[in-house]
C-alpha cells in the first residue's frame, strides 16, 4: 500500500520531468538538397511559434532543372503540444511546377473528430478523413521522430495528410554512426521507415540536436531526395 501511495505521488512529478523531455522548441536549420550524389537545390526546415501555437514549415527551392521539375516547394503546418504529443490544426502545401502553382490547404477540427483538404488536391482524396488521438501531418512526424529515437526502438504512428490516412512505422538502429555537420561531430541513429519494398525513408537524429541531420528518401533503389544539414541555430 505504501509503494502504491509513493507511486500515485510521484507521478504529477514523473509527468511534469516528461512533458519538459518533449517541449518543442523554435530553431531555424539549413540543409543543401542532392539528387544521385549531385546537389540541386537547398531547403529550410524551421519551427516557430504563431501566437499561443507552433508552426513547422519547409522550404525546398531547385536549381536549374531542378527547380523546373518541381523541386520548388513550401510546406507548413500549424500545430499545439498536448500532453507531450504534436496535434495537427492546419496544414498548406504549394508546389511550383514550371508555369503551374498548386495549392492544397487542410483543416484538422478536433471538435468533429475530422480532417479536411481543400484546393488541388485529386478527387478520391477530397472526402473528410476521421481523425484519432495521435494522427500527425508528414511534418509533424518528423519532430516526433527526433522527440521518440531511443536505440532499438520501433516506432508507431498515423499519418493523416493531402487527404491521406495510413500507419506508418520507423525502426531505430541499435547504434549510433559519426556524422560530421560544419566542422562538428555528432554520433547519429538512423531510423528507418519501409512503405514498400520500393519506397524507404531514412531520417538521423543526434542527441540535443533539434532537427534532422539528414532526411533520405528512395525510390525504387533510387535516390529521390538527400537533405544534408547545413546548419542550425537554436530559439
Not at 184 to 191: E, K, Q, S
Amino acid at each position: 500500500m505504501m509503494r502504491r501511495l509513493l507511486m500515485l505521488a510521484l507521478l504529477p512529478l514523473l509527468l511534469a520531468v516528461a512533458g519538459a523531455a518533449w517541449a518543442v522548441e523554435p530553431f531555424r536549420a539549413s540543409y543543401d538538397v542532392y539528387r544521385g550524389g549531385r546537389a540541386i537545390g537547398v531547403a529550410t526546415l524551421q519551427v516557430v511559434r504563431d501566437g499561443a501555437r507552433w508552426r513547422v514549415d519547409l522550404a525546398m527551392d531547385g536549381k536549374g532543372l531542378a527547380g523546373l521539375a518541381g523541386l520548388n516547394a513550401q510546406q507548413s503546418t500549424v500545430f499545439d503540444e498536448v500532453n507531450g504529443t504534436y496535434r495537427p490544426l492546419a496544414q498548406s502545401t504549394v508546389r511550383k511546377v514550371l508555369f503551374t502553382r498548386k495549392q492544397t490547404t487542410g483543416t484538422y477540427d478536433w471538435s468533429a473528430g475530422r480532417a479536411t483538404w481543400t484546393g488541388d488536391v485529386k478527387k478520391t482524396r477530397r472526402a473528410p478523413v476521421a481523425l484519432q488521438p495521435g494522427d500527425m501531418s508528414g511534418l509533424l512526424i518528423n519532430l516526433a521522430v527526433i522527440r521518440d529515437a531511443r536505440p532499438g526502438a520501433t516506432l508507431q504512428y498515423r499519418f493523416v495528410d493531402d487527404g491521406r490516412a495510413r500507419p506508418q512505422q520507423y525502426v531505430v538502429s541499435t547504434r549510433t554512426e559519426p556524422m560530421t555537420v560544419d566542422e562538428l561531430h555528432y554520433d547519429a541513429l538512423r531510423v528507418d521507415r519501409v512503405q514498400s519494398v520500393a519506397e524507404q525513408t531514412s531520417i538521423w537524429v543526434a542527441e540535443g540536436v533539434p532537427t534532422p541531420i539528414r532526411i533520405l528518401q528512395r525510390e525504387n533503389g533510387e535516390d529521390t531526395y538527400d537533405l544534408r544539414l547545413i546548419e542550425y541555430k537554436g530559439a
